[in-house]
């Protein structure tokens, strides 16, 4: 049996991360080399296209992870976890990371690549007064700002709480004003 039947066979002709069922294909775990099915991953071409170009990544494509993350394959829980570690600045990757569990050898496995990953993508959100902000942190807006494509106007003083980080902007983070899912620019918010 080749290594796309077995990998087929074993997630039910689905891709492992997403389910999806269309242009199925097999994605090598790097940095391993060997072609087996213990170091690869049966994916749809979205995740494989996304896997491969970390700048056409879809945050949302991504909340598939949720499920996906508690698969008993050992090669899913690395992708699932590199994944969510490179999303982490959009606050729910951040809380899935936290509940996730990997076998030690696993988690080594997950982080072989990680390392390289994080020294360029170093982006650093800083508030008003330049103390440094993370996804979960809560900040007070110091100007009133109005909303684009809105009537309203984010007042001065308004708290906003567990704040998710723009990867590609350091100076723009998002968050909940009156319950709508707004843009602020970090220059214009202090942390609490």
Not at 6 to 23: V, Y
Not at 42 to 52: D, P, R, S, T
Not at 151 to 176: P, Q, Y
Request: aromatic share 4%; charged share 25%.
């Amino acid at each position: 049996m080749s290594l796309e039947q077995q990998l087929m066979q074993r997630a039910h002709n689905a891709c492992e991360l997403c389910q999806s069922k269309e242009q199925l294909e097999v994605y090598q775990v790097p940095p391993r080399e060997e072609k087996t099915v213990d170091h690869s991953v049966l994916v749809c071409q979205i995740c494989y296209e996304q896997l491969n170009d970390t700048e056409k990544v879809d945050a949302n494509h991504w909340r598939c992870l949720n499920d996906s993350m508690w698969s008993e394959t050992p090669a899913v829980k690395v992708v699932a976890y590199r994944m969510l570690h490179h999303l982490k600045n959009e606050g729910w990757p951040q809380d899935l990371l936290e509940m996730m569990y990997l076998e030690d050898e696993t988690l080594a496995w997950a982080k072989e690549t990680l390392s390289s990953e994080n020294n360029t993508k170093s982006l650093i959100h800083k508030d008003s007064n330049g103390a440094v902000l993370e996804a979960g942190d809560s900040v007070t807006l110091i100007k009133d700002l109005p909303v684009k494509g809105s009537s309203m106007v984010a007042k001065r003083g308004t708290a906003v709480r567990r704040i998710s980080l723009v990867h590609d902007n350091a100076e723009h983070i998002e968050g909940k004003v009156d319950g709508q899912q707004i843009v602020i620019l970090t220059k214009f918010v202090k942390k609490l």
